[in-house]
């Protein structure tokens, strides 16, 4: 049974609190295993983007178990996000919470698929939570500590991304099936690059460990599915900028669409001028 944790301090993520948090999302990730496991029953958002009874399952308990741990701070999923603006913006503090991001990976069967939860404090990302149920792994993140790295049953591992970043020989996120001509223009300014192929927060998982340099991202997203991912990556030493050059923020608008955006290992001033012409 869940315990009332009373927080304080600037990113109010206690030893303790991390746990629990961690404990929610492992419980998500099992409830949408179940699932996974069998057979999947597909229906459709009214913006025609995939929904299952994995994602109600993992939302429903995320939710549940996040007002029982933190009854006084508020929550915004992405199966729950017609919260209005006028009631958001007020707030200090609130979980953001992708319960199942990566629906399509999902459906594929490609494990790449995550449970995301983060908490912000005035438009800023405290700590964040990653995992990846398929293949057992947590990573964790919150800004007094830093961003770590473990399997459900091993030891951890502080991850650090701020390696330098060779531009002669880059690794960039994308996808394995379609590159967009904004994504194609901007590769086209590196003469030796390879494209390392992921879904959901992985991507940026990816980065903080080291295992790929730069996710410039030209489509649409949610403020959902990039803030845990974020959290990690900053964490470990990464930056995640907007299409201004400025650092993702939350809550600080009526929408809830992300502008376009680049997460790099290691901030890289070049990178980013390339990026920024092509917004």
Request: aromatic share 10%; charged share 25%; proline share 3%.
């Amino acid at each position: 049974m869940s315990t009332y944790l009373p927080v304080s301090g600037w990113c109010y993520m206690t030893n303790d609190l991390m746990k629990e948090i961690i404990r929610v999302a492992v419980e998500a990730g099992e409830r949408i295993m179940k699932i996974y496991e069998g057979d999947i029953r597909i229906e459709h958002k009214e913006d025609s983007s995939p929904l299952t009874e994995a994602d109600r399952r993992s939302h429903e308990h995320i939710v549940s178990e996040l007002k029982k741990i933190t009854p006084e701070i508020p929550v915004l999923s992405e199966e729950s996000a017609d919260i209005s603006w006028q009631k958001r913006k007020s707030w200090g503090k609130y979980w953001l919470v992708d319960p199942l991001d990566g629906t399509k990976e999902f459906i594929k069967k490609n494990g790449e698929f995550t449970v995301n939860i983060a908490l912000i404090k005035e438009n800023a990302l405290a700590a964040g939570v990653v995992v990846i149920p398929a293949q057992k792994l947590i990573y964790r993140a919150d800004i007094n500590n830093g961003a770590f790295r473990r399997n459900y049953d091993g030891a951890e591992t502080k991850l650090t991304a701020d390696n330098n970043l060779n531009t002669d020989n880059l690794k960039i996120v994308g996808s394995r099936s379609h590159q967009s001509e904004l994504m194609q223009t901007f590769v086209s300014n590196f003469e030796n690059y390879e494209i390392v192929a992921a879904g959901s927060s992985l991507k940026f998982c990816l980065l903080a460990e080291g295992k790929a340099d730069v996710y410039p991202r030209f489509g649409p997203t949610s403020e959902w599915d990039t803030a845990a991912g974020q959290c990690v990556l900053e964490c470990a030493g990464g930056v995640v900028l907007d299409n201004a050059g400025n650092k993702l923020q939350y809550n600080t608008k009526d929408s809830v669409l992300n502008p376009y955006f680049i997460g790099m290992r290691e901030y890289n001033e070049a990178v980013l001028s390339w990026f920024k012409a092509l917004n």
